[in-house]
């Protein structure tokens, strides 16, 4: 290749100007580059299967999804390999698959499941032809979804950075996962009919409640609500004489850990400032915008609530925010929220997600992994929906 000077450059006899330079040298960068890097980066170390999946299942307990989601390894090749490169993505398409190929992943973080409903054949439909490809190439697959919108520091608190807030708190709850939601107390007649039931009991049900003896005459198991009317059977069989008092158990809230998240605004700011405090976070043009019944975009927002993805049923207990942020909802949704004086924000789906997977999610991972497996984010992975 003839010298590069500062102002032109010719190739062939061909002369190309400054403008175009820097588009010539960022295609070179690409076609030789970024291959050679690409290369060098595939040196890595490897961890195994088992041991990635303990250290993403620590990361964000699966425990943390909703009771609906279908989360953590998803796809488990039968002939195991040691995993080196990681893909991530927020949804599992056909192209992003066809990356992960060419890449040589051997696992994909997919964000959302790709396998959510019950399969009853694998053919040739588009999800059945992504699992097929993922077994015939022995690359593992792992969802984390609602874990990683309830996690404390996960996908809402990174939504929510859209905005200075402060006394920022989930709009639901989580709980901390208990083994039992039950007490069961049993008075009987005699210490010799406490002792028997316990034995009883215990030799029924096994791990799957905790029993134990408390005084002459007492027995209190802790236990799931499912198996409360079979104890109480049991007990009753042949013991007529038994007094119970049920006791439910009280949950213990994860400080920081739920679904959604509002907050307070350091200042007000007004809806139009808002709408381009969103683009910037999201990176994005275009918004879908609702007011609220009697406002305009220089109305006045002091306190906003934020759901990424589908929003609708958990924004429903932030009516006393000024301004909602969420991925989609429903025409009729949106009607409700603004009658009730909430200002909506649609940014599409996956579009109030994958920044947290690019952008915070990928750095954590790498350090997680303690750098011995390549952690990358897809080229292809992009909300199915323009505005055009």
Known sequence: MPPVSCDALTIEGTSLTKASKDQLLFMLLRRFILPV???????????ELKRVVALLDGFASPSLAE?????????????????KTVLLTNDLTEKVMDEAVQ?????ILSYHPPLFRPFKRITTGW?????????????????PHTAYDTLKGGVNDWLLKAFQVKAAAPLQQKDAPQPYTHQLEAHLTSDAAAAELVQRVTQEFGEKIAVLKDGKDCMKVLCREADLSSIVDLATTRLKSVKFVLTKLKKVPLSGHGAGRKASLVEPITIQEAIDAVKIHLEMHYLRVALAHGSALDSEVKSVAV??????????????????????????????????GCT???AEHSNTERGYLENVLKPQLQELFEGKV????SQYDNDPLEII
Request: hydrophobic share 40%.
């Open 37 to 47: 890097t690409r290369t060098f980066q595939h040196n890595y170390c490897s961890m």
């Open 374 to 377: 390549r952690v990358f984010f």
């Open 103 to 107: 890449e040589k992943a051997d696992l």
């Open 307 to 340: 759901c990424a993805g589908s929003g609708a049923s958990v924004l429903g207990g932030a009516e006393d925010c000024d301004l909602w942020l969420t991925g989609e909802m429903s025409h009729h949704e949106v009607l409700d929220a603004v009658h009730k």
């Open 67 to 83: 009771s609906w989601d279908n989360v953590g390894l998803l796809v488990q090749p039968y002939t195991q390999r040691e995993i």
């Open 344 to 346: 909506v924000l649609l």
């Open 127 to 143: 999800k059945d032809r992504i699992v097929a490809c993922c077994l015939e190439k022995g690359i593992a697959v792992y969802s």
